[in-house]
Nanobody
Framework: QVQLVESGGGLVQAGGSLRLSCAAS????????MGWFRQAPGKERDFVAA????????RYADFVRGRFTILRDNPKTTVYLQMNSLKPEDTAVFYC?????????????????????WGQGTQVTVSS
């Protein structure tokens, strides 16, 4: 049974930082691309960042580039999202997702429809 468990969310002031973690189990982690998505109330789920199987290729949404960093630790089967310079508009539930990928060096996908497994989400609230 595949499980993705997010942690690290919380309440932070604008300009602050948080690090989200997503611990994966029940899958061969190194075979999966990993992504972070977010959903604010009343809005669609948006792509935030993704990382390929090797960790050598990443992709970011324009609105987080330069502020957020995605990393993975394959031996620990965990993916991280380091979020700096947080803004009130970053307030959302953040979801971790896994996509079975055939390419170790391929560029990761930013399309939520491509992802096979999802976590339950962790709330991030940024106060002004």
């Amino acid at each position: 049974q595949v499980q993705l468990v997010e942690s690290g969310g919380g309440l932070v002031q604008a300009g602050g930082s948080l690090r989200l973690s997503c611990a994966a189990s029940g899958l061969t982690f190194r075979m999966y691309e990993m992504g972070w998505f977010r959903q604010a109330p009343g809005k669609e789920r948006d792509f935030v960042a993704a990382i390929n199987r090797s960790g050598g290729s990443t992709r970011y949404a324009d609105f987080v580039r330069g502020r957020f960093t995605i990393l993975r630790d394959n031996p620990k089967t965990t993916v991280y999202l380091q979020m700096n310079s947080l803004k009130p508009e970053d307030t959302a539930v953040f979801y971790c997702a896994a996509r079975r990928s055939g390419g170790y060096y391929y560029s990761p996908s930013d399309d939520p429809k491509d992802y096979d497994y999802w976590g339950q989400g962790t709330q991030v609230t940024v106060s002004s």
